[in-house]
């Protein structure tokens, strides 16, 4: 997937799920961009709910709840980081199941 269809699809799930996720925090996602450093990144996020690492990259992973306070579903905002710590790439998706607390 290229970057063009990445923020492509982050665009289409922020706007299916804008009704959903708090002014505040749709604010903040809508913020990370292209090239932006990890530090940036941290300071409109927060700390990661998880980190992965190869020779090449860097994946951060925040965990948000959308819907009814009922019942909220769980998703997972992940954000890229190229080796020298600049954002190649970010989406967001449904949690698998698994991942539930």
Not at 16 to 29: E, P, Q, V
Not at 39 to 63: H, Q
Request: glycine share 6%; aromatic share 8%.
């Amino acid at each position: 997937m290229n970057t063009i269809q990445i923020e492509s699809l982050f665009l289409a799930l922020g706007l299916g799920f804008s009704s959903c996720i708090s002014t505040r925090d749709t604010a903040r996602l809508n913020k990370v961009e292209i090239g932006m450093t990890k530090e940036e990144v941290s300071n409109l996020l927060g700390k990661p709910r998880f980190r992965n690492a190869n020779e090449s990259c860097e994946e951060w992973g925040y965990r948000k709840y959308v819907g009814e306070i009922a019942d909220p579903e769980e998703m997972i905002f992940t954000v890229v980081f190229d080796s020298e710590g600049k954002v190649t790439a970010y989406n967001s998706a449904k949690a698998h199941p698994h991942h539930r607390p």
